[in-house]
């Protein structure tokens, strides 16, 4: 018997009935054509998010971002009049990268007045405009107008930087969000700034990471050890307590667990010393009111909410702190994965201590999930098997391998002229 209630149609997929119950195919995350096709399609075309508005603290802060997925490089800068900016790191000389330290191909950040070609030093100002030429008597007829850095299309919703790449994008960023992302508006983002970042290098396509934290049906069997005594039997199972699709966007919500009523044994040390952990915090500050859209199935006691903004981007909420994946594509079966948890500013050194160890513990638990990747990339990539079965609670996956299939073919129809097959 199902621990939390269906929907009337029986079971979540059934709910959204175009997803079918049927086995899916993962030849998405293994065919260097299809990966080819999904730069265009997808990562040329939606929103992404880049970062942080408390990453752009001051005018002239800036950051760099190589993106792979795009073959670019870009620059996001806060203005002389406060508004966060992108452009392509490209001089418009003579395409020089733009903006880097010692090594071209790493990230950079920091505050300037104005950006400087290393090579034949010409400058731009932060709103992008072409500001000094050297020695400019030497052109013909040069329009500093029409050589200004070649701006990205930016936005900012709730405090996270977007781009697009598209030429026109067909939707604004909170068109695109939707309403059961900017049901997140009011959510206090901008007091958790207390922030412990990771990156890793992964060998599997980005979507097959990003399968893994779609569904908590592998808890048992891979987290064992992290997870309370009711969920560590397989046989137990681990049911999520709420689903939700909103265009191509999605959300898992799961019930609450309160850490501290465990027995010891099935608690790490460190986690009894500092009472933080899995959850974080054990005590967290109160954020006051927060918005409706955070569990919107009601559940009680509610513990994390996921919200899975396509293509690339989950912001997972817990009780008084976050934590992000962004999963960025390198190849076909390839991809970068960052991470961050966030918290509010701790006010003692034990509250500083207790996010250090909930972030540290939060890493490990991600990476059990990266120990899978290599072994179901390296599996999915033999072709052998090519229909694999989801059940209610994987939902998410089949969404997500949904979604990206109908923008790849939407994308290849409107290169296909009309009366022409894509054969």
Not at 170 to 193: I, S, W
Not at 259 to 267: I, N
Not at 275 to 302: H, K
Request: aromatic share 14%; charged share 25%; hydrophobic share 35%.
């Amino acid at each position: 018997m199902a621990r939390w209630p269906k929907p009337a149609e029986g079971s979540w997929t059934q709910h959204y009935p175009d997803l079918g119950t049927g086995p899916i195919s993962f030849r998405d995350s293994t065919s260097p054509e299809f990966y080819a096709a999904e730069r265009e399609a997808i990562f040329k075309r939606a929103w992404l998010n880049v970062a942080r508005v408390e990453e752009l603290p001051r005018v002239g802060s800036y950051l760099t971002k190589d993106i792979a997925a795009v073959g670019t490089s870009i620059i996001v800068v806060k203005g002389k009049d406060q508004t966060i900016r992108a452009f392509h790191n490209i001089c418009r000389h003579r395409g020089n990268k733009l903006v880097w330290n010692d090594f071209p191909n790493e990230e950079t950040k920091g505050v300037c007045r104005q950006f400087t070609c290393k090579y034949h030093g010409w400058r731009y100002d932060l709103d992008g405009a072409l500001t000094f030429v050297q020695q400019e008597s030497e052109f013909f007829d040069l329009d500093r107008d029409a050589y200004g850095l070649r701006p990205v299309h930016c936005d900012v919703w709730n405090g996270f930087v977007f781009v697009n790449f598209d030429d026109e994008p067909r939707q604004t960023l909170r068109e695109f969000l939707g309403p059961m992302v900017t049901a997140l508006d009011g959510y206090p983002f901008d007091k958790l700034t207390e922030r412990y970042d990771w990156v890793a290098d992964n060998n599997s396509n980005w979507k097959i990471f990003a399968d893994a934290f779609q569904e908590y049906y592998h808890v048992p069997s891979l987290h064992p050890q992290q997870v309370p005594p009711a969920v560590r039997d397989p046989n137990a199972g681990f049911e999520c307590a709420h689903f939700q699709i909103d265009g191509p966007h999605r959300l898992v919500s799961t019930a609450g667990t309160r850490r501290w009523l465990l027995a010891p044994e099935y608690m790490y040390p460190i986690e009894r010393a500092t009472r933080s952990g899995l959850v974080g915090p054990w005590r967290t500050p109160d954020l006051g009111e927060l918005p409706a859209g955070l569990n919107p199935g009601g559940i009680e006691p509610w513990g994390i909410s996921n919200f899975q903004i396509f293509p690339n981007l989950e912001i997972l909420i817990y009780g008084g702190w976050y934590l992000l994946y962004r999963y960025w594509p390198t190849s076909h079966n390839t991809h970068r994965f960052e991470a961050y948890t966030a918290f509010h500013p701790a006010r003692s050194v034990r509250e500083r201590i207790e996010h250090e160890v909930a972030a540290v513990v939060l890493k490990e638990f991600a990476l059990q999930d990266a120990g899978m990747l290599g072994g179901t990339q390296a599996a999915l990539e033999t072709g052998i098997v090519d229909e694999f079965p989801l059940n209610d609670q994987e939902i998410l996956v089949r969404h997500l391998h949904r979604v990206v299939g109908d923008w790849v073919a939407e994308y290849q129809a409107e290169r296909t002229p009309v009366g022409a097959s894509r054969g």
